[in-house]
């Protein structure tokens, strides 16, 4: 066994007292928590379970700096449809070769990622980090419901030889109520996940059945939904469908309210608010009521979303942006969110998301802030 200790030990919940250290075997399982003694092997700063990514699209990685910043999301739809396809089968390899090996050297050991294909597969199929795979599904014209549903089924199983998969919805404005219908058939009791809120023209085309997303996607496609005015919010609308989820994983959430909240809390799932700052300050330019989130004593993590809309793929840094915003949420709070309440988000906290007896949850380092390393 090795003792290992710091300046701060963060277990997942809380910093340990200052005699404390942690014994692990020689594949990182923790074996103990114990005093310091003369054997300890002391790290000049903070010690804290492998952070947990809630939110990504490795399959996206090829498009860093392709897409340019802050033309709102409805810009940020259209420029990624366009340029997407644009790139070699091995670029995109190998982009999402580099994006892992970012996510590994930045002390992430799992990650909720987002897939429309099978580009992740072979990576995934490797298990340098833990992965559950969300088989995103949109498509407005609810005749292709069923086609959309077996061509979904078919990844789910492809990836599901190697990791966790479910088949999740991909935003309340790009699905039909027989999509939602038939995604809720195949992911009973699973992990679900949505974009929520990302833009207020989506709250504005449930509520009141116009604006800027209407006007997008009825001059974008033949077939849409009616979307008549309800006033009710974009949340309010849909989530009743995930009380059939055992986890609901909520991303963005940049124009919810406490009334958004409240209704979530009223809806029979285990809701987690997923932030992802610095897609919202790359596609938006807005953020998150992170502040509100906390006080309402939500469940929040964090994501990086892809790199089409990140410079990098680095929770703590995400994590940072939120606390620079929002100084009066307790360091804990955040370091909760990107350890153990990230991984109970993932169903993972068996292994993942903090120091105690028998788990391996990855050990990482943080040095001035900043400087990242792996201890196992
Ligand atoms: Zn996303």
């Not at 597969?121 to 549903?149: M, P, Q, R, W």
């Not at 004593?297 to 990086?304: A, P, R, S």
């Not at 790199?307 to 804990?332: D, G, R, T, V, W």
Request: with cysteine.
């Amino acid at each position: 066994m090795q003792s290992i200790s710091a300046d701060k030990i963060f277990d997942g919940y809380q910093f340990l007292e200052a005699h404390l250290a942690i014994g692990i075997d020689e594949i990182g399982t923790i074996i103990s928590i114990h005093q310091k003694n003369e054997n300890t092997i002391h790290y000049d700063g903070m010690l804290l379970p492998g952070m947990i990514n809630c939110h990504c699209h490795l399959e996206l990685s090829h498009l860093k700096n392709e897409l340019p910043e802050k033309t709102g999301l409805l810009g940020f739809i259209k420029n990624i449809v366009s340029k997407r396809t644009d790139f070699s089968p091995a670029f995109i390899q190998e982009k999402i070769v580099e994006a892992e090996k970012e996510m590994i050297q930045n002390g992430i050991v799992a990650v909720g990622d987002i897939s429309n294909g099978l580009d992740t597969f072979a990576i995934k199929n490797k298990t340098n980090i833990y992965y559950h795979t969300f088989v995103e599904c949109f498509g407005l014209d609810e005749n292709y419901a069923s086609t959309i549903i077996e061509k979904a089924k078919y990844i789910k199983n492809e990836f599901e030889k190697y990791s966790n998969a479910s088949i999740v919805l991909h935003a309340p404005y790009s699905v039909t109520e027989k999509l939602i219908e038939e995604i809720k058939n195949e992911s009973t009791q699973k992990i679900g996940t949505i974009h929520n809120q990302e833009t207020s023209s989506e709250n504005e085309l449930f509520e009141k059945g116009t604006g800027a997303m209407k006007d997008f996607f009825t001059q974008a496609f033949p077939i849409t939904p009616q979307w008549n005015a309800t006033n009710k919010t974009s949340l309010q609308n849909y989530f009743s469908h995930f009380k059939s989820f055992k986890n609901s994983i909520l991303v963005h959430n940049t124009f919810t309210s406490k009334t958004d909240i409240d209704f979530a809390k009223s809806i029979d799932t285990n809701t987690f608010w997923c932030l992802c700052p610095n897609a919202n300050i790359y596609i938006e330019n807005a953020l998150p009521n992170a502040g509100l989130l906390y006080q309402e004593n939500c469940q929040v993590v964090f994501g990086t979303d892809s790199l089409a809309s990140n410079h990098a793929l680095n929770i703590y840094e995400e994590m940072k942006i939120i606390q620079q915003h929002f100084p009066q949420i307790p360091f804990e709070k955040l370091l909760q969110s990107i350890t153990a309440v990230g991984a109970k988000a993932l169903g993972i906290d068996e292994q993942f998301g903090s120091f105690e007896v028998g788990k391996k949850p990855g050990i990482v380092l943080i040095k001035n802030d900043k400087e990242i390393s792996v201890i196992k």
